[in-house]
């Protein structure tokens, strides 16, 4: 079984819907340092964009927080 890929808890893929029973074979594998920088060119992304743009990008999908902006950064 291959369980060295960021989603695969237990087993089981913890990110896909419905659960998959095993995260062998799965066609979405990507390591926890792939997903990491996946993370940070996407705030990278959304830095560039307007400041309103940004500020519903916080709300909806963020609490409010702004993680890419300097300062506020949580690493995951």
């Known amino acids: 079984m291959n369980t060295s890929c960021f989603a695969c808890r237990g087993g089981e893929?913890?990110?896909l819907l419905p659960?998959?029973?095993s995260c062998e074979g799965?066609?979405?594998f990507k390591t926890k340092r792939r997903a990491k920088a996946g993370r940070k060119h996407a705030q990278?992304?959304?830095a560039a964009k307007p400041a309103e743009q940004q500020r519903y990008i916080a709300?909806?999908?963020y609490g409010g927080t702004m993680p890419?902006?300097?300062g506020?950064?949580?690493e995951s």
Request: with cysteine; net charge positive; proline share 0%.
């Open 19 to 21: 659960k998959k029973a």
């Open 44 to 46: 990278r992304l959304i």
């Open 72 to 74: 506020t950064r949580r």
């Open 13 to 15: 893929c913890s990110i």
């Open 68 to 70: 890419w902006k300097e």
């Open 59 to 61: 709300e909806k999908y």
């Open 26 to 28: 799965c066609r979405f």
